[in-house]
């Protein structure tokens, strides 16, 4: 089990940045595949980036070139940079984790969840 807190959603105008945070805890992070969802009102959870326990990256087209996912194995955090951000970006985004190496982006193939952070962008 991994404890998750997320940190630094809030309201931007479009075209700025945020930089999401993922604090956890519990000695499972460096072997974790950990992932970013985001949802918005009325609709389903979505996947939009997953970085394994051997740092690779995947992201969804959406934001693609626009989010940079990152983690820090000794600070057990994760992290997803957000530019550019567009309105259609808004949504209460949820870090997550799983045990193992492999990619997923299905939510339901979480097993950890944070309470998630409100990310609101302005036109």
């Known amino acids: 089990q991994v404890q998750l807190v997320e940190s630094g959603g809030g309201l931007v105008q479009a075209g700025n940045s945020l930089r999401l945070s993922c604090a956890a805890s519990?000695?499972?992070?460096?072997?974790?595949?950990m992932g970013w969802f985001r949802q918005a009102p009325g609709k389903e959870r979505e996947f939009v980036s997953v970085i394994t326990a051997i740092q690779r990256s995947y992201y969804a087209d959406s934001v693609k070139g626009r989010f940079t996912i990152s983690r820090d194995n000794a600070k057990k955090t994760l992290y997803l940079q957000m530019n550019n951000l567009k309105p259609e970006d808004t949504a209460v985004y949820y870090c997550a984790a799983r045990l193992g190496m492999a990619f997923s982006n299905t939510p339901s193939e979480y097993e950890d969840w944070g309470q998630g952070t409100q990310v609101t962008v302005s036109s």
């Open positions: 519990g000695s499972t992070f460096s072997a974790s595949t």
